[in-house]
T-cell receptor, first 115, second 115 residues
């Protein structure tokens, strides 16, 4: 079946612009995670959802970042007034549930470059 | 969260076995050992996980030390497609509330496969 998809795959923004990154999880997966990966580093947690509820947003780096999943399926990560330090790959992952035995399935990521 | 320590990089010849080590000396009794890998320009993908006993699947084997303070991911015959960054991750086996469900990545081990 289809995996996790993300769009756009690449985004170039001028400093100060707002951007919206979309994630389509695997159908039926109730848990959805966002990670940020800087060049040469491992992914770092941003936030996660269980259905439409955002249960943890402790990893969001500033109040310019927010995420939503209004119908418990597609999720959008929005970054307002982008800064150069926001340049990174943004990864979305979904899983059947939050239990430890559930593997997370990752999308290909969106590479954001802020000029 | 308990930390893991991995070598920054390793090399292997194609079609030879590869042993990727991971140290986790502060592991707790309920921590599961998970391995993910990330191929170039892709999101991470699940490889294998275990608690105490050695585990095998179609991708790899996981050997866990008796004291659980270290583990080894074994690729039985490395192929060029196995060139990736391999991450060893500990996950709590019980529900501990918010903050327990995301994956905490380190820098991983970059595996190069030589033809």
């Amino acid at each position: 079946g289809a995996g996790v998809s993300q769009s756009p795959r690449y985004k170039v923004a001028k400093r100060g612009q707002d951007v919206a990154l979309r994630c389509d999880p695997i159908s039926g997966h109730v848990s959805l995670f966002w990670y940020q990966q800087a060049l040469g580093q491992g992914p770092e947690f941003l936030t996660y959802f269980q259905n439409e509820a955002q249960l943890d947003k402790s990893g969001l780096p500033s109040d310019r970042f927010f995420a939503e999943r209004p119908e418990g399926s597609v999720s959008t990560l929005k970054i307002q007034r982008t800064q150069q330090e926001d340049s990174a790959v943004y990864l979305c992952a979904s899983s059947r549930g939050l239990e430890t035995y559930n593997e997370q399935f990752f999308g290909p990521g969106t590479r954001l470059t802020v000029l | 969260d308990a930390k893991t320590t991995q070598p920054n990089s390793m090399e292997s010849n194609e079609e030879e076995p590869v042993h990727l080590p991971c140290n986790h000396s502060t592991i707790s009794g309920t921590d599961y050992i998970h391995w993910y890998r990330q191929l170039p320009s892709q999101g991470p993908e699940y490889v294998i996980h275990g608690l105490t006993s050695n585990v095998n699947n179609r991708m790899a084997s996981l050997a866990i030390a008796e004291d659980r303070k270290s583990s080894t991911l074994i690729l039985h015959r490395a192929t060029l497609r196995d060139a990736a960054v391999y991450y060893c991750i500990l996950r709590h086996g019980e529900t501990l509330g918010a903050g327990s469900y995301q994956l905490t990545f380190g820098k991983g081990t970059k595996l190069s496969v030589i033809p």
